[in-house]
């Protein structure tokens, strides 16, 4: 009698944990298909061309917006809606049932109205925004809101004073793919986030270090050395006039700095522009201008922060584009005089 009552308990306890196991796979199930309570959260998932409703499924299963790929499966087929999917990138939540899913995967994919857009090396933030609105991405004024309201939480911005350009010298110059309807906020982090990329697969922040220089501050000298160099072979060598003149406490006189100050572009630099009262003027102040005057590439990060030695104190670049680079202010004078029309250091007429 024992042994059957023991075997009846037994029985009892494995049926309510199998009944109980049983009730939670159902209530599991049942929040995937109806999304009682799934956390939310937005995904852009890619759905490729010919992808198979498995394919799909696994796709989905693989951005956390469902769970059981295989009920999802089955669901469609009950459903009759295989094959009926488009192809391309769709923003999707994470809290969506099947069926929004699937209304949402019938709908035009995103990528339909993609935009592609390259941004120049030495490209101001100005020239960025306009660059990005002409392809129909937004407009000024929202992209000038997003610069404004925006505190980005990268790293390499926490210690950059506030300027009248915010971002200038990070929007890192590349070819971009971005959605027509995409916010002005995510198309500035894309560059942000390039601009972080870039810096650390060059190890720029830690190179500069080893000279006594912040990031901000060769982030602001690269962009005057792109800005005033068109052959790459020079980057390094016009890099090591600006710091030979700041370690003798030389003004560093770069006209593109000028120009910057201006807000224009002129053809050369007169004396009366070098005497405009600004912190990005390098006639004007001692030191490296209050920010970048453009965005640099790679090259001129690098430039900045490895400088090539060198016992020049001058430079100035003719209207071709070739520099000439001296050791005394006499050199130089007969070179502005040979070649005139140039820019460089002192190089204003």
Known sequence: MKKNKVKKIIIYCVSIIAFLVLLYFSLDILNDFYSFVKPYGKVEVDIKKGSST?????????????????????????????????????????????????????????????????????????????????????????????????NFTYDFLKDIPQRESRYEGYLFPDTYEVFKTEEPTSVLKRMLSNFEKKIEDNNIEEKAKAINMTLDQAVILASMIERETLKKDDLAVVSSVFHNRLKKGMKLQSCVTVLYALGSHKSFVTIADTKVESPYNTYFITGLPKGPVCNPGVAALKAAVEPTQSDYYYFYSTTNGKIYFSKTYNEHLAIIKKYKGGTGTDAAE
């Open 54 to 150: 498995a394919m799909i499924a696994d796709t989905l299963n693989q951005n956390k917006i469902l769970k059981y790929p295989m009920i999802f499966k089955l669901y469609v087929k009950m459903a009759k809606q295989e094959g009926k999917a488009n192809y391309g990138i769709f923003e999707l939540n994470r809290d969506m049932g099947y069926r929004e899913i699937i209304a949402k995967l019938k709908e035009k994919s995103l990528d339909i109205d993609v935009e592609k857009f390259t941004i120049p090396e030495g490209f101001t933030q100005s020239q960025v925004i306009g660059t990005i609105v002409s392809k129909g991405v937004g407009n000024e004024e929202s992209f000038e809101k997003a610069i404004t309201k925006n």
